[in-house]
């Protein structure tokens, strides 16, 4: 589990979505690559291709529509903020739709890293390896 012993110096609903989504981002990313890890794939070659699986936008597009029903009412309204948050990037290879919804996804996971709710990422990360390994739609 992190813990980077860090304060955050206003309320996680004040914060950008596009901020919340670039630390959850990484959180997001150091539990794929964790997993990949665990799973004992050793090979940079593997452990990329295996990652990328996991973090395009059309695969946490589909993990954050099946953990749709799961959202408590404040998830749901984080993930409605990043899902309507203007980007100045553009997808190269990801469809726009997907794009805001792995960015509202990104948006939740670095809102629930902020307040600390580590046992809630790790459910969302068992729903994720359940979509991407499991072949859940």
Do not use: W
Request: charged share 25%; glycine share 6%; net charge neutral.
């Amino acid at each position: 589990m992190l813990d980077m012993n860090f304060e955050l110096k206003m309320p996680p609903e004040q914060v950008s979505c596009l901020v919340l989504a670039y630390l959850g981002d990484a959180v997001y990313e150091l539990y794929v690559r964790s997993h990949l890890i665990g799973d004992g794939r050793v090979k940079v070659n593997q452990l990329h291709r295996g990652a990328v699986k996991f973090v395009q936008a059309k695969t946490q597009a589909r993990v954050l529509r099946a953990l749709e029903d799961t959202l408590d009412e404040t998830e749901a309204s984080v993930v409605r903020r990043g899902r309507n948050t203007k980007s100045l990037h553009v997808p190269k290879n990801a469809e726009v739709i997907d794009y805001r919804y792995a960015t509202a996804f990104e948006c939740l996971i670095g809102y629930l890293y902020f307040k600390g709710r580590h046992e809630r990422i790790a459910e969302i990360f068992a729903k994720a390896v359940e979509v991407v390994e499991g072949g859940i739609s």
